[in-house]
């Protein structure tokens, strides 16, 4: 009886060393949490300059990881979104506003792929509602794009049908949830991304957050007194653009939160980071001044966004000057998942390096492709690092100095020629890849 009891007690031993390995094998990959806010320039954390808002915790996760100073979304949000979850210019793929076309490959369906769970919560706004794009209505989109479950706004309803604030019109994996006016979108969202990591925490897990903080219109949230008179939820005023602000930061802090309740915060890289400029109506205190947002524009401040990346068990605190834009994001998460970068294609280049701290640099330039397809904005492409800038149609500027890009340089070093020159030949390459012609509003690729 003795040596059967040792047998077992072995035999329960070896079993559970095998499950808690299967376990370490099953997380050596980390987690993924992709947050990206809507309408949030650059100057809106505190960490940034701000003297405004409140963001202690984005501030805190900023002096945790790593805060990229030069990163750049694309001046408008579809742009943007097309272009992070596809790591491709606008030129390649984006063919309306509010549209991705369902033929395109994202991050969702490479991360899926290679094992991950996958979630996405927050603004969808990409079936083509807008000019009616043909089956608008597919409530399986997210799934075709690689997410295994789903909460949304705007996903087959129209904006009139519903806001994304008090009382929200969302969606969730097929079925529209009941109406609630003392509901509040956002923490909606929040809370099924924090009830996914409850869920999956043992496995691998990609969360892709498009938030829908902090876009107008500027209402109260839960945290505001307004907030307790239901006929005042959808006021509209800028004053409420801090609050809204407040909220997000508050949001992040309760995902953190999750992740270490869960023991899986060590092993998780959040990134941090906003799909445009601010609006054009909000006027934002920092230590430098005044900033006005400039969401739609063409000047930094209107792709000029905050970027945050925290991994505890592999970043170091620090802060990263260079060149970084939105192709970038999906090969980076695709090196991270260990997929074969030969099976995707990307405009964009890897920063995992610069998370490790294997490298410190990676491009010294960035270009953007700007074809808006949204009111009456112009379109146009362009070349820049972080002091300079030159637009195809020639226009050459130290935007470090001239932000609102008003004097276009004519007597230039010989460093600034030489710089000119560097800008000129990848302007050129890309011309000679898909010509752009900026007097043609009616521009569209079919790649």
């Not at 005044?290 to 930094?300: C, E, F, L, Q, S």
């Not at 074969?340 to 701290?357: A, C, H, K």
């Not at 490298?359 to 820049?384: C, L």
């Amino acid at each position: 009886m003795i040596r059967i009891a040792t047998y077992l007690i072995i035999a329960l031993l070896f079993a559970q060393c095998k499950q808690e390995s299967s376990q370490e094998t099953s997380n050596a990959r980390p987690n993924i949490i992709l947050i990206m806010a809507d309408d949030m320039g650059y100057e809106c954390l505190g960490v940034n300059g701000s003297t405004e808002y409140a963001t202690p915790n984005l501030d805190r996760l900023a002096s945790q990881g790593i805060r990229f100073t030069n990163c750049y979304s694309q001046p408008l949000c579809t742009p943007s979104r097309v272009k992070i979850m596809t790591g491709k210019h606008n030129f390649r793929n984006y063919e309306d506003f509010g549209y991705l076309n369902p033929k395109e490959i994202t991050f969702g369906n490479l991360l899926k792929d290679a094992g991950y769970k996958t979630c996405i919560a927050g603004k969808w706004q990409l079936n083509g509602l807008n000019r009616d794009n043909p089956n608008n209505q597919d409530l399986e989109r997210p799934y075709q794009f690689g997410f295994d479950e789903y909460c949304l706004w705007q996903l087959h309803h129209p904006k009139k049908d519903g806001e994304r604030f008090a009382n929200p019109l969302i969606t969730q994996n097929g079925k529209d949830l009941p109406r609630d006016p003392d509901v509040y979108g956002p923490q909606i969202f929040t809370d099924y991304i924090n009830d996914f990591i409850d869920r999956n925490a043992e496995s691998p897990f990609f969360v892709y957050y498009p938030m829908a903080l902090v876009h107008d219109p500027f209402v109260p949230t839960p945290d505001s007194p307004e907030w307790a008179d239901p006929s005042r939820r959808y006021e509209k005023d800028t004053a409420y653009f801090a609050d809204m602000m407040a909220y997000t930061d508050k949001l992040i802090g309760q995902i953190e939160a999750k992740l270490k309740e869960k023991g899986v915060w060590e092993n998780t890289l959040l990134i941090f980071t906003a799909d445009n400029g601010t609006h054009v109506s909000v006027k934002s205190d920092v230590v430098s001044g005044t900033v006005w947002g400039a969401k739609g524009k063409t000047i930094n401040t209107g792709n000029h966004v905050p970027f945050i990346a925290t991994w505890p068990e592999k970043i170091k605190p620090g802060v990263f000057e260079g060149m970084i834009d939105f192709a970038d994001f999906l090969p980076t998460l695709t090196e991270i998942a260990n997929i074969d970068p030969s099976t995707f294609f990307t405009d964009g280049q890897s920063f995992l390096s610069i998370l490790s701290g294997i490298a410190d640099e990676t491009k010294d330039q960035v270009f953007i492709h700007y074809s808006p397809r949204w009111g009456n904005r112009g379109h146009n492409r362009w070349v820049m690092n972080e002091e300079y800038k030159l637009y195809q149609d020639g226009r050459f500027l130290r935007t470090s100095v001239d932000p609102l890009e008003e004097q276009p340089l004519k007597s230039l070093s010989e460093e600034e020629r030489s710089l000119r020159r560097n800008f000129e030949e990848l302007l050129q390459k890309k011309e000679t890849e898909v010509p752009f012609h900026l007097n043609d509003t009616s521009f569209l690729v079919n790649q």
